[in-house]
């Protein structure tokens, strides 16, 4: 052996050596969908929105007090199949508030949104007010939606339970007395949010969310101008193939408006999300996503 050689130090020396490039060399990525930003001026109001991906367009429609953060896990993840637009309704996130004493119609805001995205004939994604507004849109519209999936949704012209209403109640009081804060420490107290709340993480992106809306709808009268007659008498007029997705642990009420939406919607299947409450698209995002997808790419 050829003095001062060491075979075992020299084999340290080039693996260490070879490490060192590779650890430098630059690492390849899978690139997400890439996402667009912007304000929509239509029907004399503000409205802002999201854009990633390509082909067939899906629209998602938010929960009151929440904005576009709520689709988290589920925009990027359909934005590989669809191209997906998600959007701030009138005076929620970054959208403009209503001004006061002038109806507006959030199933009219939609349509010129999507006619501004050239997105018309989209598969409209609500959830509870969310999907009050997709069933407003698509009795307003018959032709509009290219499918319907309503999650957790509320049913226009729907006669609340006393157990709602009066739980209800004292917000109604806290934003009579303009008192924002209390009104949403009341809201994010209800029994609404206790399964989200049992879940730590899901409870603090809710929380940030209703702790950064304005609380404009506590303390305003809402000059919303409500579909007439109301989408409750016309669901059996609805064309569009429609998917109803319920948490299992949803309040009474929003359990029962998903069996009338199943029942009175000409062909409307149902889908329980096992674990889930109100918010189940964030208490159990595998779930909701999966029968999304399969729900649209099914056409």
């Given at each position: 052996?050829?003095?001062?050689?060491?075979?075992v130090?020299?084999?340290?020396v080039?693996?260490?050596t070879?490490?060192?490039?590779?650890?430098?060399?630059?690492?390849?990525t899978?690139?997400?969908?890439?996402r667009?930003?912007?304000?929509a001026?239509v029907?004399?109001?503000?409205?802002?929105?999201?854009?990633?991906?390509?082909?067939?367009?899906?629209?998602?429609?938010?929960?009151?007090?929440?904005?576009?953060?709520?689709?988290?896990?589920?925009?990027?993840v359909?934005?590989?199949?669809?191209?997906?637009?998600r959007?701030?309704?009138r005076?929620?996130?970054?959208?403009?508030a209503?001004n006061?004493g002038?109806?507006?119609?959030?199933?009219e805001?939609?349509?010129?949104?999507?006619?501004?995205?050239?997105?018309?004939?989209?598969?409209?994604?609500?959830?509870s007010?969310?999907?009050?507004?997709?069933?407003?849109?698509?009795?307003?519209?018959?032709?509009?939606?290219?499918?319907?999936?309503?999650i957790?949704?509320?049913?226009?012209?729907w006669?609340?339970?006393?157990?709602?209403?009066?739980?209800?109640?004292?917000?109604?009081?806290?934003?009579?007395?303009?008192?924002?804060?209390?009104?949403?420490?009341?809201?994010?107290?209800?029994?609404?949010?206790?399964?989200a709340?049992?879940?730590?993480?899901?409870?603090?992106?809710?929380?940030?969310?209703?702790?950064d809306?304005?609380?404009?709808?506590?303390?305003?009268?809402?000059?919303?101008?409500?579909?007439?007659?109301?989408?409750?008498?016309?669901?059996?007029?609805?064309?569009?193939?429609?998917?109803?997705?319920?948490?299992?642990?949803?309040?009474?009420?929003?359990?029962?408006?998903?069996?009338r939406?199943?029942?009175?919607?000409?062909?409307?299947?149902?889908?329980?999300?096992?674990?889930a409450?109100?918010?189940?698209?964030?208490?159990?995002?595998d779930?909701?996503?999966?029968?999304?997808?399969?729900?649209?790419?099914?056409?």
């Amino acid at each position: 052996m050829r003095r001062g050689f060491d075979p075992v130090r020299r084999r340290l020396v080039v693996t260490g050596t070879a490490l060192a490039l590779a650890a430098c060399a630059p690492t390849t990525t899978t690139p997400g969908p890439q996402r667009r930003t912007g304000f929509a001026e239509v029907n004399g109001t503000r409205l802002y929105y999201e854009v990633a991906g390509s082909g067939e367009p899906v629209v998602l429609v938010h929960a009151f007090t929440l904005d576009t953060r709520m689709w988290d896990d589920q925009f990027e993840v359909l934005a590989r199949d669809f191209r997906v637009i998600r959007y701030d309704a009138r005076g929620f996130g970054k959208s403009a508030a209503p001004n006061p004493g002038e109806p507006y119609s959030n199933a009219e805001d939609l349509a010129a949104l999507l006619d501004r995205l050239d997105a018309r004939r989209a598969h409209v994604v609500g959830l509870s007010m969310g999907g009050r507004f997709a069933l407003d849109y698509a009795v307003t519209y018959p032709d509009g939606p290219r499918s319907l999936v309503v999650i957790d949704g509320v049913i226009g012209g729907w006669q609340w339970s006393r157990e709602w209403i009066a739980a209800y109640a004292p917000i109604v009081e806290a934003g009579r007395r303009r008192d924002v804060a209390q009104a949403k420490s009341l809201w994010l107290g209800l029994a609404l949010f206790a399964p989200a709340r049992a879940r730590a993480p899901v409870g603090a992106r809710l929380k940030q969310m209703v702790d950064d809306y304005s609380g404009w709808h506590f303390v305003n009268q809402n000059p919303e101008r409500a579909v007439s007659p109301p989408a409750v008498g016309r669901l059996g007029a609805i064309r569009a193939p429609t998917l109803v997705v319920v948490g299992e642990l949803d309040l009474p009420d929003f359990q029962r408006m998903s069996e009338r939406l199943e029942h009175d919607i000409p062909g409307a299947r149902r889908a329980t999300i096992p674990g889930a409450g109100h918010f189940a698209n964030m208490e159990a995002p595998d779930g909701v996503t999966r029968a999304l997808r399969e729900f649209l790419l099914r056409g």
